[in-house]
């Protein structure tokens, strides 16, 4: 079983930075894809970035280039470093496991199987 537990949320002004965290408690050392996730009030859950069990990172293009993806494999944290950040990153985040070394579809929620509780971040112009 894996718990994770998201945290590094807030609010900040248009262009600032945050970095964000999942602590994964688990007795496994398995290294599976993870990913970073984010749903806007109103809007359907949207996977951001992903990476996989050789810590290759994935994009989705509204966050390439402001956004990295990596995790300290050792410590089981998943961290998403955010820069340049807009009012349209506001949203609840979550980062998710999948319970496979591999997957196809990296983006899509159906994917993963553990999720954290998510961590709100709020970006002010």
Not at 21 to 29: E, F, L, N, Q
Not at 83 to 96: G, K, V
Request: charged residues 20%; glycine residues 8%; proline residues 4%.
């Amino acid at each position: 079983d894996v718990q994770l537990v998201e945290s590094g949320g807030g609010s900040v002004q248009a262009g600032e930075s945050l970095t964000l965290s999942c602590a994964a408690y688990t007795s496994s050392s398995a290294r599976h894809h993870m990913a970073w996730f984010r749903q806007a009030s109103g809007k359907e859950r949207e996977g951001i970035a992903a990476i996989d069990s050789a810590d290759n990172p994935q994009y989705v293009d509204s966050v390439k280039g402001r956004f990295t993806i990596s995790r300290d494999n050792a410590k089981k944290i998943l961290y998403l470093q955010m820069n340049s950040l807009e009012p349209e990153d506001t949203a609840m985040y979550y980062c998710a496991a999948a319970n496979v070394p591999y997957i196809l579809t990296p983006m899509l929620p159906d994917t993963y199987y553990y999720w954290g509780h998510g961590t709100q971040v709020t970006v002010s112009s």
